[in-house]
């Protein structure tokens, strides 16, 4: 609750010649919508779950080049909201359009446990260091890595020599050309 009152003290300050909105979305009126199809937009889904009631905010997930990831978030304005598309879309198949050939997958979104998760995962896969024992599999592979990383190296050297003597025999012409120009009579 402390945080949430400092990021409403931010809300309107101005930073970075940008104005900064903060708004609260709780989770109990957030879905996770997965299996969204690519050529989905945030109105296509605002518009298709916006008969479960009123919507604050829907979109659709992208990476940082605009390409679709299959997901979607909707935040509605009420639970009721929610509990109704939740089950609506577990009980029956839900498709956006019929094109589609997956069904929506809708969760509700729960309160984030971050911390303990993270700590859990991190105990779960603690894996001491090890040397590969002769002749195996993973020996194997480590040879096959070592000696493509050599070749890798010995590639780069010859490159960045081939590199350095053609920049110098570039600059010899130049050099030569330009001393013929001073050497012409007009």
Known sequence: MENFNKSKELNGTIL???????TAVPHV????????????????????????GHIKK????????????GKGTVVFRDVESVTAAVAACTDNNFFLHESCIVPLTVTPVKKNKTVEQINNINNDFVIDPLFAITDSARDFNGYLFKSIDDVYEKNKEALQQQKKQSQDKIKEEIESCMSLESLKIY
């Open 58 to 69: 829907a979109y659709v997930h992208v990476d940082y080049d605009g390409v679709p990831k």
């Open 16 to 22: 970075v010649d940008t104005k900064i909105k903060v």
């Open 29 to 52: 009126t957030t879905i996770k919508i997965r299996n969204v199809p690519q050529n989905i937009t945030d109105y296509d889904l605002l518009k298709s779950f916006y008969q479960f």
